[in-house]
């Protein structure tokens, strides 16, 4: 049995599994870009957000 007829087996064989493994990986790649470009905005604008700021203007009860 080859790799192609084991994905067709598993995955394309029932249309409900296909449009199941196609929304859990758009969601699973939803996540992960979204996790990236937080990450990648933050190093950029380090220093410059109103959570690094914060402790400057806001006093403490």
Same mark, same amino acid.
Do not use: L
């Given at each position: 049995m080859t790799?192609?007829?084991s994905i067709y087996n598993v995955l394309f064989r029932r249309n409900y599994v296909f449009v +199941?493994?196609?929304f859990?990986?758009?969601f699973a790649f939803e996540? +992960?870009?979204d996790t990236i470009s937080?990450? =990648?905005w933050d190093n950029l604008n380090k220093g410059r957000q109103w959570k690094d700021?914060?402790?400057r203007y =806001? @006093? @403490?009860e």
């Open positions: 790799i192609t007829n +199941g493994a196609v859990a990986s758009a996540m +992960g870009f937080d990450k =990648v700021i914060r402790h =806001v @006093e @403490e």
